[in-house]
């Protein structure tokens, strides 16, 4: 018998600036809802100023998921890697032991305005330096399962993890599920997520209930779930038309979270230790002194 999780904890994201010219809601990261492990940040961001982006910074020690909902952003990076995300893609970018890179969204006439989410993963300890490493999905990539069929009202694009027996080709270092959920009309539905795994769901657009618990939910809210060992999953409920919104699932870390802007430990020692490589330009940011993006420096 299925046995579904319930809300925990419920945080309205706010708008606040960010970067250059950029707006985000941040809920995970922010004082109302520190870490929860793996879990460091969440930000649903929209970018209304041409030339507004997030230009040349470092990272080490965590794992960066950008998923485009609107528009499109060019992305950079001091490994020689660039690209760019189109609406439905999604990049997960490890950074382990440390990469410089920049993000930039694409204006132009007839463009949609750039809007997406970006969640940071904390490392398991033993992965925080490896080599940074790229998994990319362009929109068609991203397999997508039906529970109820083609032709039925829910559709879930399985960007990491299974769902009703449909699995994503991604493979993070370290346990993750990310679904993007999506409603045409009311309706529910049981998914299926690995017991004790630390779990949430960001709204997107409609509204949703969780679990038994008659109580809808609008948009920009991030629900903490249970995690008890003999919960099998959760019941979602569309109360509206054209509900969408996230649900991501983490394998807990056994570890303690130093955390320094970009720059994710388990110590200060390990943090004091990565400012003097990002500094002085070693094991891993050798060219820290000497790379610029193309894109931010136009």
């Not at 879990?39 to 040349?56: E, I």
């Not at 020692?269 to 993006?293: C, P």
Request: with cysteine; net charge negative.
């Amino acid at each position: 018998m299925s046995t579904s999780r319930k809300v925990v904890q419920k945080v309205l994201a706010v708008e606040t600036d960010e970067g250059e010219g950029a707006k985000v809601r941040r809920s995970i990261g922010s004082t109302k809802l520190r870490n929860i492990t793996p879990f460091l940040m969440l930000d649903h961001f929209y970018t209304p100023t041409p030339g507004a982006g997030f230009p040349d910074h470092p990272h080490r020690g965590q794992a960066t998921v950008t998923y485009m909902l609107e528009g499109s952003s060019l992305h950079e990076d001091s490994a020689g890697h660039k690209g760019r995300i189109d609406a439905g893609g999604v990049q997960w970018m490890c950074a382990g032991r440390g990469i410089i890179h920049a993000e930039n969204p694409l204006y132009g006439d007839g463009l949609p305005m750039p809007r997406g989410l970006q969640l940071w993963i904390d490392l398991p300890k033993q992965y925080k330096m490896v080599e940074p490493s790229y998994q990319e999905l362009s929109p068609d990539k991203i397999p997508v399962a039906y529970p109820q069929g083609e032709d039925g009202p829910v559709k879930i694009k399985v960007i990491s993890g299974k769902s009703h027996g449909v699995e994503s080709p991604v493979r993070p270092l370290g346990g993750c599920w990310y679904f993007h959920v999506i409603f045409s009309k009311p309706e529910a539905i049981f998914q299926d997520l690995p017991a004790g795994w630390t779990a949430f769901i960001y709204t997107l657009k409609g509204s949703v209930r969780v679990g038994s618990d008659p109580t809808p939910h609008g948009q920009f809210y991030t629900l903490v779930l249970s995690a008890d060992p003999n919960e099998s999953g959760v019941e979602l409920t569309a109360t509206e038309d054209n509900t969408e919104f996230i649900l991501v699932a983490g394998e807990p870390l056994n570890q303690t979270v130093f955390q320094y802007g970009p720059f994710v430990m388990t110590n200060r020692e390990e943090v004091q230790q990565t400012i003097l490589d990002y500094q002085y330009g070693m094991n891993g940011f050798e060219k820290a002194r000497t790379w610029k993006s193309e894109i931010a420096h136009k």
